[in-house]
């Protein structure tokens, strides 16, 4: 079965500091791959994909993700922690060949402390 | 969330009782979706739609069906609501499948006493 795995519930990090959430992928075939971040009280937004070509991928608000296909790894990075960081981030991946539905994890919450 | 509103956006009902969500759109969008967000379960896609009167289950589809007459709406009912079916729904749409970035919507909290 197709799955996308986020294997932290939560990420702590101090402000300043780089931050790392992870996902892992099982797709059949070549995957497109997505992070989305989700506010409090708020619907999720777009923060990058990786279809294609360079494995790292940049995207909003300063966040970058590396696909890895040997690892079958897509983990979210930034350089230097915002508190205003602080959400819920949620990885999807989908079979670029069969391609109706997004496989979503459940979802990683991201604490930045002042 | 611009070009993309849920109605309503909080609800209380009773066990028993039909309940619609509506969810529009003003990005022209062909695909559209609902999701429930529900805590230890992520994302879980209900139906969706990939074009005016075609659909298809998602992966928790029992007790609920949709609708969709026009490009711009999507609704979702909820026939006989019960308290499992208390959660918040997201509607979403996307100009295609597969790399196509999805809209969310702000959300539907519904409560089922």
């Known amino acids: 079965a197709q799955s996308v795995a986020q294997p932290e519930d939560q990420v702590n990090v101090a402000e300043g500091n780089p931050l790392t959430v992870k996902c892992t992928y099982s797709?059949?075939?070549?995957?497109?791959l997505f992070w989305y971040v989700q506010y409090p009280n708020r619907g999720l937004q777009f923060l990058l994909k990786?279809?294609?070509?360079d494995n790292l991928v940049k995207g909003s608000y300063g966040f970058e993700a590396e696909f890895n296909k040997s690892q079958t790894s897509f983990h979210l990075k930034k350089p230097s922690a915002l508190v205003s960081d602080s959400a819920l981030y949620f990885c999807a991946a989908i079979n670029a060949g069969n391609n109706r539905k997004l496989i979503w994890g459940l979802g990683t919450s991201l604490a930045v402390n002042p | 969330d611009a070009g993309i509103t849920q109605s309503p956006r909080h609800k209380v009902t009773e066990t028993g009782t039909p309940v619609t969500l509506r969810c529009h759109q003003t990005e022209n969008h062909r695909y559209m979706y609902w999701y429930r967000q529900d805590p230890g379960h992520g994302l879980r896609l209900i139906h969706y739609s990939y074009g005016v009167k075609d659909t298809d289950k998602g992966e928790v589809s029992d007790g609920y069906s949709v609708s969709r007459s026009k490009t711009e709406d999507f609704l979702l009912t909820l026939e006989s609501a019960t308290s499992s079916q208390t959660s918040v729904y997201f509607c979403?749409?996307?100009?295609?499948?597969?790399?196509?970035?999805?809209?969310f919507g702000a959300g539907s909290r519904l409560t089922v006493l």
């Open positions: 979403a749409s996307a100009p295609g499948p597969g790399a196509n970035v999805l809209t």
């Open positions: 990786y279809i294609t070509g």
């Open positions: 797709v059949s075939g070549n995957p497109y």
